[in-house]
């Protein structure tokens, strides 16, 4: 999937991606004798480097040395320094504790510094917004997302009233970076308010073809998507490459990232090919650029194990998730989320060739890493549930797969609100396995709160009602009830024909079914898997 990056701060890179000089201290580059009291262990170079423009970590230096002199040094400054000055240094501190990752101090300096420029220079002041929006993205980078939306959110207010409601660059970036947050939080509605927001300054003040325009179009692309608005994130996506083309060229790393983009949404579309030639396109240029085991080649390797999957390809599609699965263990270990990720691909893919036990294994292995890293309530824990869900549902085993499903369905209640799309999706999930259960008065009941919210939140022609309609209408016929199911078919038939276009694969489901819908159901028309929606988000 296409990712987007925060402002302001650095961006986090993993202790050995800096260029580390092992074995000499990086200011002196003398050896890191830390016993011999002549040259202070090393203590003044380290000083020095907190405050230079060394991108080396000190290596050489143990961990509790380093805290040792950061103690002395924050004591040393507040005791030295006062006002904005004392404030500046304390973020220059908390810059470099960023690149170190800790995190914690870091935060503490930041706060710290925010307090001495509120009380130099008054709430109201572009100081104030900058150190608010260094703490968003902190807190980002910790997975702190209530704190991060608090900060950014005073970080937009602040240079609102700065810059007098007028367009300005730093504006763009708020906006852009909360949308990154609630894009992480799956809030992918409100992030999409953000980036539309972010585009209009950044083309008022740079043009619709400027590099810094494209990034914002891959991040709506990115939101449309995963709200299941298919042709806008085309739309987004094309506008994206055509401009990146245009600047770097065809072959060029920038354009990868809007490759991705474009053979997810052909893929959702239903046009394999086209989905497959853009996202081989992207591996080339990754592998070229940046080399066969970066962990963006492990991106577009699980995008490619997902279409090899869905065009049937089960071996290729195989063979691309253990590779990524290889690199992302290799470059992070074995509990990060992008691994996670990658056992829940795997996940689906064992259950769709029908090795159930594989797929439970790999699904449980991944619930364990995001409940680890992000608590047992996260909105990736509730996907990874569904996924899970669907597994046993395909044993069959209802009942646990019901439990999993009111599970994910409390957390994604409870973090987005009744009336969010993802809340929409779990509903149509959970009428699925009360359909199979042969409980259709409840699983009409899901059906229907699901096409409530999807007309609510993502109007009444969109594809997703479509499906929603569909699935209704299905349930009527299983009851016998015709003339209740022909009026609901035709209005899905009719929405899926603007939507999907009229030769998408699930356009021509609803139509064949509306061509014979009046016959008996046969037992293959009625099966869950080829009839409904699909259960693995």
Not at 106 to 132: K, P
């Amino acid at each position: 999937m296409a990712h987007a990056r925060l402002n302001s701060f650095p961006e986090l890179r993993p202790v050995d991606q800096l260029a580390i000089m092992e074995g000499v201290c990086p200011i002196c580059h003398k050896g890191p004798e830390m016993s011999e009291p002549s040259d202070g262990g090393h203590e003044a170079c380290l000083k020095q480097w907190f405050f230079g423009n060394e991108s080396s970590l000190p290596a050489s230096f143990p961990p509790e040395f380093i805290s040792k002199v950061l103690d002395d040094l924050i004591s040393q400054l507040k005791s030295s320094e006062s006002g904005t000055s004392l404030a500046d240094a304390l973020q220059r501190l908390g810059q470099k504790l960023y690149h170190l990752e800790r995190f914690e101090t870091a935060a503490m300096l930041l706060v710290d510094s925010l307090e001495i420029i509120e009380a130099e220079l008054g709430s109201v002041h572009l100081r104030v917004a900058q150190t608010c929006g260094n703490l968003g993205n902190l807190y980002q980078a910790m997975r702190q997302y209530e704190k991060a939306v608090l900060y950014l959110r005073r970080t937009l207010e602040t240079l609102e009233s700065v810059h007098n409601g007028s367009d300005h660059a730093d504006m763009a970036k708020a906006h852009n970076n909360l949308g990154i947050i609630f894009t992480a939080q799956g809030d992918h509605c409100t992030a999409l308010t953000h980036y539309q927001r972010c585009l209009e300054i950044k083309e008022s003040l740079l043009g619709w073809q400027h590099p810094e325009t494209v990034k914002t179009l891959n991040n709506l692309g990115n939101a449309a998507f995963q709200m299941g608005d298919q042709l806008a994130a085309l739309d987004y996506w094309t506008k994206a490459l055509t401009t990146m083309e245009n600047e770097f060229g065809r072959d060029h790393t920038e354009t990868a990232e809007t490759l991705m983009g474009l053979g997810n949404v052909y893929n959702a579309l239903g046009e394999k090919e086209k989905a497959l030639e853009h996202h081989q396109r992207a591996l080339k240029i990754q592998e070229d650029w940046l080399g066969l085991d970066h962990v963006l080649v492990a991106d577009t390797l699980n995008n490619l194990g997902v279409l090899y999957d869905e065009m049937g390809e089960k071996e290729h599609a195989l063979e691309n998730y253990q590779r990524a699965l290889r690199i992302l263990r290799t470059r992070w270990g074995e509990k990060h989320l992008d691994v996670a990720n990658t056992l829940n691909n795997l996940a689906i893919l064992y259950s769709h060739m029908g090795e159930r036990d594989k797929a439970l294994e790999h699904c449980q292995k991944s619930l364990e890493i995001k409940e680890e890293v992000l608590g047992p309530t996260h909105l990736c824990v509730a996907t990874t549930l569904q996924n899970m869900a669907g597994v046993y549902r395909t044993q069959p085993d209802y009942q646990r797969a019901l439990d999993l499903c009111l599970r994910s369905l409390d957390i994604e209640k409870s973090r987005l609100g009744e009336d969010h799309v993802d809340v929409a999706k779990t509903l149509n999930n959970l009428a699925i396995i009360y359909k199979a259960m042969g409980e259709n008065e409840k699983s009409l009941e899901n059906y229907r709160q699901s096409l409530e919210v999807k007309e609510k939140r993502l109007g009444p022609m969109h594809g997703q009602v479509a499906i929603s309609l569909f699935n209704i209408a299905l349930v009527h016929i299983n009851m016998n009830e015709m003339e209740r199911a022909r009026p609901i078919l035709e209005r899905a038939v009719t929405i899926a024909k603007v939507s999907f276009g009229e030769n998408h694969q699930q356009t021509k489901r609803m139509v064949k079914k509306l061509g014979r819908f009046t016959s008996p159901p046969s037992p293959s028309a009625n099966s869950v898997g080829r009839s409904d929606e699909l259960l693995f988000p």
